[in-house]
């Protein structure tokens, strides 16, 4: 099955900058990766989805790459604000053509005002 | 989108002891998923409910330590049965998005926070 790395370690950024969030992973390249939003005690809210044959994807401030000759996915979110606060998750499928996700540890972002 | 309620929200229970958490649906799904997430760490799929059919369960996990019900379109629930401290744990219900496409979008419910002293 699947694994996912995502850096464990918080980003702290100014307000109004870019923050960049990483996620790779080391098994088949999945045919979709995912992006999910959680915040402390609820539970995660999803946020967007990109395919194995889509290079980007964009939702307003939001946008995501994927690169599957790196096996990797960048999340962007620019003009950063700080009630963008929150931990990030990758999710990809669990095994290939099984309907069940595996998500990654997420990274935790703090904007600073 | 879907509105997904958890019950309870939160319990404190001593070892040995059974829970049952319920997760209530607002609109008809296929398929529920249940997902334990530890202090600290991203969310483990415990199993996969669907109504009508025997619970998928995960590596790991056994239907003897987390037995589910799916007795409708709406509604399951996840027992953890003879509950140790290292079960405690946020537990999380989610549904498969309709008209997903096949891409498991997930919406999630707000979690049951469980501490087992």
């Known amino acids: 099955s699947q694994k996912i790395e995502q850096n464990s370690e918080a980003l702290n950024i100014q307000e109004g900058k870019t923050a960049t969030l990483t996620c790779n992973y080391t098994n088949y390249s999945p045919a979709y990766l995912q992006w999910y939003r959680q915040d402390p005690g609820r539970g995660p809210v999803f946020l967007l989805l990109?395919?194995?044959?889509?290079k980007e994807k964009r939702k307003e401030r939001l946008k995501v790459t994927f690169d599957t000759t790196l096996k990797q996915s960048l999340f962007h979110i620019t003009a950063s604000q700080p009630a963008d606060s929150a931990t990030y998750l990758c999710?990809?499928?669990?095994?290939?053509?099984?309907?069940?996700?595996?998500f990654g540890s997420g990274t935790r972002l703090q904007v600073q005002p | 989108s879907a509105v997904i309620s958890q019950k309870p929200s939160r319990d404190i229970c001593q070892r040995g002891t059974s829970l049952t958490i319920q997760c209530q649906v607002d609109?008809?799904?296929?398929?529920m998923f249940w997902y334990r997430q530890q202090p600290g760490q991203s969310l483990t799929l415990i199993a996969t409910a669907n109504q009508g059919s025997e619970a998928t369960y995960e590596s790991g996990f056994v239907i003897d330590k987390f037995p589910i019900s799916r007795p409708n379109l709406t509604f399951s629930t996840l027992t953890v049965s003879n509950m140790s401290p290292e079960d405690s744990s946020i537990y999380l219900c989610s549904v498969e998005a309709v008209g997903g496409a096949g891409t498991d979008t997930q919406y999630f419910g707000p979690g049951t926070r469980l501490t087992v002293l």
């Open positions: 609109s008809q799904v296929t398929m």
């Open positions: 990109i395919r194995e044959n889509e």
């Open positions: 999710a990809l499928e669990k095994v290939a053509g099984r309907r069940a996700l595996t």
